[in-house]
C-alpha cells in the first residue's frame, strides 16, 4: 500500500516561509517523481513545482524564485521550502507521487491528505 502523507503547514504571515514535507512509504521503487500541488476554495488545482526521477526540477511561474523542491530518496522524502509567501499563496497543498515523471500534469497514481497553508497580509 503506498501513502504519502504531507506535513508542515500552518499559518504565517506575508513574507514568511514555511516548510512541507511529504513522506511516501510502501513504494518499491527507490527514485520516483514528486510534485506539489495546490488548491484554494473555489479555484482549480494547480501544479506548484516537481522534482522528476533525475533530480530535475520544474515550477510554476507564480512560485518561481520563491519556492524550492527537493527530495531525499533515502528518507522517501520530499519537501517543499516556501519563502516570501504571499496571501494568494494560501491553499491545501498536496504532495502526489509516481514512477512516471508527469511534470505539473495532475495524473499522479499516489496523493496525500493535504496540508493547509494560510498566510495573512
Known amino acids: 500500500q503506498v501513502q504519502a502523507v504531507e506535513s508542515g503547514g500552518g499559518s504565517v504571515q506575508a513574507g514568511g516561509s514555511l516548510r512541507l514535507s511529504c513522506v511516501v512509504s510502501?513504494?518499491?521503487?527507490?527514485?520516483?517523481?514528486v510534485a506539489w500541488f495546490r488548491q484554494a476554495p473555489g479555484r482549480e488545482r494547480e501544479g506548484v513545482a516537481v522534482?522528476?526521477?533525475?533530480?530535475?526540477?520544474t515550477y510554476a511561474d507564480s512560485v518561481k524564485g520563491r519556492f524550492t523542491i527537493s527530495k531525499d530518496n533515502a528518507k522517501h522524502t520530499a519537501y517543499l521550502q516556501m519563502n516570501s509567501l504571499k496571501p494568494e499563496d494560501t491553499a491545501m497543498y498536496y504532495c502526489?507521487?509516481?514512477?512516471?515523471?508527469?511534470?505539473?500534469?495532475?495524473?499522479?497514481?499516489?496523493w496525500g491528505q493535504g496540508t493547509q497553508v494560510t498566510v495573512s497580509s
Open positions: 502526489a507521487a509516481d514512477v512516471i515523471d508527469l511534470g505539473l500534469a495532475s495524473q499522479y497514481n499516489y
Open positions: 510502501g513504494y518499491p521503487y527507490s527514485t520516483y517523481c
Open positions: 522534482i522528476d526521477s533525475d533530480g530535475r526540477k
